[in-house]
């Protein structure tokens, strides 16, 4: 789906999720908008891409904030906002598409390499990720 084509499930229109993820304003929370159009609709997919389709710096930007806002719950496989939807099918979406989308685009902005490892650890499990050098001590 193209940035401002179609609609969601909710008929909320792709451009708002579009014109979020790419606008520099500091009011335009782009994971918060993302949030409130998954809820909106009761769909994550159809929205990450959307966000997967924008080939923007602040698109880059917004999605580096949000990795930095979500780690500290998808570490520990939660959703990082609260829903009424199947959260475990919104975390297991969430984490593929971070762990295959963000690395390279977050790298090409000159992510802090912190942030990178903290995306890489979203993608391992058990052991492999709380063992792992880098892994953030965050007090759970």
């Not at 609609?7 to 451009?15: D, H, I, M, S």
């Amino acid at each position: 789906m193209a940035p401002g084509a179609g609609r969601g499930r909710a008929g909320v229109p792709a451009r708002v999720l579009g014109h979020s993820l790419v606008t520099a304003d500091p009011l335009a929370d782009a994971h918060g908008t993302l949030v409130l159009c998954v809820e909106a609709s009761g769909e994550l997919s159809p929205w990450l891409d959307v966000w997967a389709a924008l080939e923007h710096p602040t698109a880059d930007r917004n999605l580096a904030e949000a990795v930095d806002a979500w780690d500290y719950d998808l570490l520990v496989d939660q959703l990082p906002w609260r829903t009424w939807h199947d959260k475990d099918a919104m975390v297991a979406v969430l984490t593929a598409w971070l762990t295959r989308h963000a690395p390279a685009r977050l790298r090409a902005h000159d992510a802090p390499e912190d942030l990178l490892h903290r995306l890489r650890l979203i993608g391992l499990t058990g052991p492999a990720r709380w063992d792992d050098p880098h892994w953030p001590h965050y007090s759970y």
